[in-house]
């Protein structure tokens, strides 16, 4: 029997890799050996040897006996069923295999223990759709088309000739699984395989149906109708169960996840259920005080601003902001004032504003002829004089 690879060295990460390395390393190198996406011969014996690594470090006490002892203490505490309890691979897995969970992992491995892989599952699927974020805060009911595999109208799904029937495979007799024993240091291990004659069908088709080349499956481009609720958030999806890519006969077909992508708004910022807007107000609005209407995702509202308003000020308008999924309440809207200079400023408002800077102690005035007295006269003259 060969020797066994370090686990790290498998899934080519250091020695102290966080959980969320450990998953990502994982799910990039299945992504490649996947034995339904690779062509490589080697592909499932690494599949499984992957699989095998990330199992034992995802969990922290066969970890830190495999970091103690190595492959000894694992082999020597653990059969190599229990290595892989506790593990979701289906949920690791979702989206990019071919139908094969977790449970067709552990067959891979122990060929059932004695019991059916079953028919393969059809893929699931995912279609991104494209909404305003006042579509997020209504919701809505649209339509999408997605071209996905359907079960062959002509035939039925089960790939023969209308008025012909598929045989049951020889070879497996059915069963779709050739089954093999295998002496291991562990014992006796039954592992199961496809049957090569029939493609783990179970049934040999005579006459192909020409529509469909005897898959039993077509492609098409079906409508869907989705309802999108209120309060979706960026990057959520739908799950539409069984509306993925169909299944092999028997099979269960995949689902359909649909990703939901809000569209980034010219004015309001979203942070979870609230809004937060920022809105310009005048040097003499916010000294005095001032009624403003500002935007919302319903209309207009009207806000008091207090004299002597500072710029950053945030005025709250509850319930202005978007609805919570399930109907709990609806967020605020958080508006934040900014004191706008002016920039182009004419003679009389110049001014003013002078005027205003004297009062404010903030500029000293300057003298007439008329208001100088006597001393400062005399002071001018002499200054005269010296030059």
């Given at each position: 029997?060969?020797?066994?690879?370090?686990?790290?060295?498998?899934?080519?990460?250091?020695?102290?890799?966080?959980?969320?390395?450990?998953?990502?390393?994982?799910?990039?190198?299945?992504?490649?050996?996947?034995?339904?996406?690779?062509?490589?011969?080697?592909?499932?014996?690494?599949?499984?040897?992957?699989?095998?690594?990330?199992?034992?470090?995802?969990?922290?006490?066969?970890?830190?006996?495999?970091?103690?002892?190595?492959?000894?203490?694992?082999?020597?505490?653990?059969?190599?069923?229990?290595?892989?309890?506790?593990?979701?691979?289906?949920?690791?897995?979702?989206?990019?295999?071919?139908?094969?969970?977790?449970?067709?992992?552990?067959?891979?491995?122990?060929?059932?223990?004695?019991?059916?892989?079953?028919?393969?599952?059809?893929?699931?699927?995912?279609?991104?759709?494209?909404?305003?974020?006042?579509?997020?805060?209504?919701?809505?009911?649209?339509?999408?088309?997605?071209?996905?595999?359907?079960?062959?109208?002509?035939?039925?799904?089960?790939?023969?000739?209308?008025?012909?029937?598929?045989?049951?495979?020889?070879?497996?007799?059915?069963?779709?699984?050739?089954?093999?024993?295998?002496?291991?240091?562990?014992?006796?291990?039954?592992?199961?395989?496809?049957?090569?004659?029939?493609?783990?069908?179970?049934?040999?088709?005579?006459?192909?149906?020409?529509?469909?080349?005897?898959?039993?499956?077509?492609?098409?481009?079906?409508?869907?109708?989705?309802?999108?609720?209120?309060?979706?958030?960026?990057?959520?999806?739908?799950?539409?169960?069984?509306?993925?890519?169909?299944?092999?006969?028997?099979?269960?077909?995949?689902?359909?996840?649909?990703g939901i992508n809000v569209?980034?708004?010219?004015?309001?910022?979203?942070?979870?259920?609230?809004?937060?807007?920022?809105?310009?107000?005048?040097?003499?609005?916010?000294?005095?005080?001032?009624?403003?209407?500002?935007?919302?995702?319903?209309?207009?509202?009207?806000?008091?601003?207090?004299?002597?308003?500072?710029?950053?000020?945030?005025?709250?308008?509850?319930?202005?902001?978007?609805?919570?999924?399930?109907?709990?309440g609806t967020g605020d809207?958080?508006?934040?004032?900014?004191?706008?200079?002016?920039?182009?400023?004419?003679?009389?408002?110049?001014?003013?504003?002078?005027?205003?800077?004297?009062?404010?102690?903030?500029?000293?005035?300057?003298?007439?002829?008329?208001?100088?007295?006597?001393?400062?006269?005399?002071?001018?003259?002499?200054?005269?004089?010296?030059?």
């Open positions: 029997m060969p020797e066994k690879k370090d686990y790290y060295e498998v899934l080519g990460v250091p020695k102290d890799s966080s959980e969320k390395d450990l998953k990502g390393a994982y799910r990039k190198l299945a992504m490649k050996y996947h034995p339904d996406r690779s062509d490589e011969p080697e592909a499932e014996e690494k599949f499984k040897e992957l699989s095998e690594a990330y199992a034992v470090l995802s969990d922290p006490e066969k970890r830190q006996k495999y970091d103690q002892f190595g492959h000894a203490g694992i082999n020597s505490q653990y059969s190599q069923e229990d290595l892989f309890k506790g593990v979701n691979f289906e949920d690791l897995l979702r989206g990019f295999g071919g139908g094969r969970g977790g449970e067709s992992i552990f067959d891979m491995f122990f060929g059932g223990g004695g019991r059916s892989r079953g028919p393969a599952r059809g893929r699931d699927l995912r279609y991104d759709v494209q909404i305003t974020l006042e579509r997020a805060a209504t919701g809505l009911e649209s339509t999408i088309e997605v071209p996905r595999t359907e079960s062959c109208p002509t035939c039925h799904g089960s790939g023969a000739k209308p008025g012909t029937s598929p045989t049951t495979c020889g070879n497996c007799r059915g069963t779709g699984q050739i089954t093999r024993a295998q002496n291991t240091p562990f014992g006796q291990m039954v592992t199961s395989s496809a049957c090569p004659k029939c493609g783990g069908r179970g049934q040999i088709i005579v006459a192909p149906c020409g529509d469909c080349a005897g898959s039993g499956r077509v492609r098409k481009n079906r409508k869907i109708n989705i309802k999108i609720p209120p309060g979706v958030e960026d990057g959520q999806h739908l799950k539409l169960r069984g509306q993925g890519d169909a299944a092999g006969p028997g099979g269960e077909s995949g689902d359909l996840y649909v569209l980034p708004h010219s004015m309001f910022q979203r942070v979870d259920s609230d809004l937060l807007l920022e809105t310009p107000i005048s040097f003499t609005q916010a000294a005095l005080g001032a009624e403003l209407e500002v935007p919302t995702l319903g209309g207009r509202a009207k806000i008091k601003v207090p004299a002597g308003t500072q710029t950053g000020t945030v005025f709250r308008l509850r319930g202005k902001g978007m609805p919570r999924l399930q109907g709990l809207l958080h508006v934040k004032v900014k004191i706008k200079t002016p920039s182009a400023l004419t003679e009389r408002q110049k001014q003013l504003l002078e005027a205003l800077a004297m009062e404010f102690g903030e500029k000293k005035k300057k003298q007439t002829e008329k208001e100088k007295s006597f001393i400062d006269k005399i002071v001018d003259e002499v200054k005269s004089a010296v030059q």
